[in-house]
């Protein structure tokens, strides 16, 4: 079965940095491009960054762009979201989600992990 | 960036009725980019729906997508009590991705 388990969520000041962390299972991992999606609460959902099976192709929401940093560990089978400066705006419940496609472009999110929640606030 | 429109912002409807999702793009979206996510209150968003058209593994044949262009319409043709939820539609563009702010189908 194809799990994704994130974890590294947290209340944090605005300014400060935090790392989130997907473990994954079920799947060879480094056959697939990863995403992060953030969902504000009682809001919709929003695109944050991707990665190809090589960390060879990244991208990233322009909203993030400069301050938020992925990666990804195939050794780990895991993944990462380096947050950094981040603001009041940025808390939102976090998903990792694999893509159907090795590399960036087109493909579509399945499975997603059931996420971890970011909270920025002083 | 593409914008995603998705109407109606609710639906109500008695189970057995016919749900019809509309999601219309700002510009023209490949066929081949466009999915749907089903979620349920408290869980994550599952894909419904790949390529506009193709419903995902395990998911039942009342889903169907159709559409091109600017205009995808997601249809459920006869509502169960599992299906109430908030469905978005998504689409890749660009090098990145968006999705609609989502329809809440709800019980009346």
């Known amino acids: 079965e194809v799990q994704l388990v994130e974890s590294g969520g947290g209340l944090v000041q605005p300014g400060r940095s935090l790392r989130l962390s997907c473990a994954a299972s079920?799947?060879?991992?480094?056959?697939?491009?990863m995403h992060w999606v953030r969902q504000a609460p009682g809001k919709g959902l929003e695109w944050v960054s991707g990665?190809?099976?090589?960390?060879?192709?990244?991208g990233y929401a322009d909203s993030v762009k400069g301050r938020f940093t992925i990666s990804r560990d195939n050794a780990k089978n895991s993944l990462y979201l380096q947050m950094n400066s981040l603001r009041a705006e940025d808390t939102a419940l976090y998903y990792c989600a694999k893509d159907m496609s090795s590399w960036l472009g087109g493909g579509w999110f399945d499975p997603w992990g059931q996420g971890t929640l970011v909270t920025v606030s002083s | 960036e593409i914008v995603l429109t998705q109407s109606p912002g609710t639906l109500s409807l008695s189970p057995g009725e016919r749900a019809t999702l509309s999601c219309r793009a700002s510009?023209?979206?490949?066929?081949?980019?466009l999915a749907w996510y089903q979620q349920k209150p408290g869980q994550a968003p599952r894909l419904l729906i790949y390529g506009a058209s193709s419903r995902a593994t395990g998911i039942p044949d009342r889903f169907s997508g159709s559409g091109s262009g600017t205009d995808f319409t997601l249809t459920i043709s006869r509502l169960e009590p599992e299906d109430f939820a908030v469905y978005y539609c998504q689409q890749y563009g660009s090098s990145s991705w968006t999705f609609g702010q989502g329809t809440k189908v709800e019980i009346k």
């Open positions: 990665i190809s099976w090589n960390s060879g192709s990244i």
């Open positions: 079920g799947f060879t991992f480094d056959d697939y491009a």
């Open positions: 510009q023209s979206v490949s066929s081949s980019y």
